[in-house]
Nanobody
C-alpha cells in the first residue's frame, strides 16, 4: 500500500531552521506531485508548498515564500522541505501529501497523506 513517512520535526527557536523529509513507497513516485501541508490547532489545513514530478514547477504559499525550499530526489523517493527563518506562526503539524501528475495549490486535491510531524517554533 502507499505510505508517506515524514521525519525531521521538532522544537526550534524563532529564526532557526528545520529540515523535513518525506519518504514514499508503494507508488510510482516520479508520476506524483508531492506537497507539504500544515495544520495549526484550531485552524484549517493549508498547503504551503508543492513540487511537480520533475521539480520544474514549484508552488509556495505567500506565508512561506522566501523562507521555505522544497526539493525532491526521484531516485530515492524522497522530498525535502528546508525551513529557514522560522516564526512562531509556523508552529503546526506538517504533512506530506501526494497526487497524481498535476500540481495543485489546494490540499483537498491530494490523495495520499502521511501521519504528520510536529514543528514547534518558540518565541
Amino acid at each position: 500500500q502507499v505510505q508517506l513517512v515524514e521525519s525531521g520535526g521538532g522544537l526550534v527557536q524563532a529564526g532557526g531552521s528545520l529540515r523535513l523529509s518525506c519518504v514514499a513507497s508503494g507508488l510510482p513516485f516520479s508520476d506524483y506531485v508531492v506537497g507539504w501541508a500544515r495544520q495549526a490547532p484550531g485552524k484549517e489545513r493549508e498547503l504551503v508548498t508543492a513540487i511537480s514530478r520533475t521539480g520544474g514547477n514549484i508552488y509556495y504559499a505567500d506565508s512561506v515564500k522566501g523562507r521555505f525550499t522544497i526539493s525532491r530526489d526521484n531516485g530515492k523517493n524522497t522530498v525535502i522541505l528546508q525551513m529557514n527563518s522560522l516564526k512562531p506562526e509556523d508552529t503546526a503539524v506538517y504533512y506530506c501529501a501526494a497526487r497524481w501528475k498535476v500540481i495543485s495549490h489546494y490540499h483537498t486535491e491530494y490523495t495520499y497523506w502521511g501521519q504528520g510531524t510536529q514543528v514547534t517554533v518558540s518565541s
